[in-house]
């Protein structure tokens, strides 16, 4: 199947799932996640009709930058080591996955702009996942505070990958409550307006509970 009918089913699930939650489909983003498949593959994505393209590596993104950054918004959303800030701070418009005060450090240092983050946060409390704690969220974002080139545009998670449903459900519930938390603080660099949640086997689920932005890999551009 080619992205264009890929993209086709995609829209219609965000559709369906934004009527049964009483929402909009165009609060919803699309990340094209291009991390394993090549420059020509992200290529048809964007002629497909996508913008928004994610990966989680440096040099994979500085690949895709190279050849196609007239045409796309570039998100980082793997582990984002403090070494390899310099190499794509001026290449993405989001970073999302900002889960120490180490890497906060580093982009405020780097970026020549506001540099749009979100807080990763490791709502399922696995082992294997990276992020913050969730009760550790809003002492967090205050001390993000102290670094003027960040602006914390959202929260982002990874749900575990499972059948259980109802355990997928919660804890985006569980970010969307966060999220809420973090809105009410009223704190002008924490907006918090963006959720990024949702990937290829989930994403149905996350746009019902509020997701903003979606990471779609495999069901869309393939392996």
């Known amino acids: 199947m080619d992205v264009s009918s890929r993209l086709a089913k995609i829209k219609a699930d965000i559709e369906q799932a934004c009527e049964r939650a009483n929402r909009l489909p165009e609060e919803v983003k699309i990340i094209a996640v291009t991390k394993y498949v090549t420059v020509e593959r992200a290529k048809e994505a964007l002629e497909a009709g996508i913008l928004h393209l994610g990966e989680n590596r440096d040099d994979g993104l500085l ?25 794509i701070i001026d290449k993405v418009e989001y970073i999302h996955s900002l889960d120490r005060l180490s890497l906060a450090k580093e982009i405020n240092k780097r970026a020549s702009r506001k540099m749009k983050c979100f807080v990763q946060v490791n709502v ?11 009760e550790e969220v809003t002492d967090f974002v205050k001390q993000l505070e102290e670094y003027p080139n960040i602006i914390v545009c959202g929260l982002m998670t990874m749900a575990p990958y499972t059948k259980d449903n109802d355990f997928i459900r919660t804890c985006f519930r569980k970010l969307k409550e966060l999220q809420k938390m973090v809105q009410d603080l009223n704190l002008e660099h924490a907006p918090c307006n963006e959720l990024s949640m949702g990937m290829s086997n989930d994403y149905i689920i996350a746009v019902e509970e509020g997701a903003t932005m979606i990471r779609i890999g495999s069901a869309l551009v393939g392996e």
């Open 124 to 134: 399922s409390g696995e082992e294997s996942k990276h992020g913050i704690s969730p």
């Open 63 to 87: 690949a895709k930058w190279e050849v196609l950054k007239e045409n796309a918004v570039f998100h980082f959303i793997g582990t984002l080591q403090s070494r390899k800030v310099k190499n």
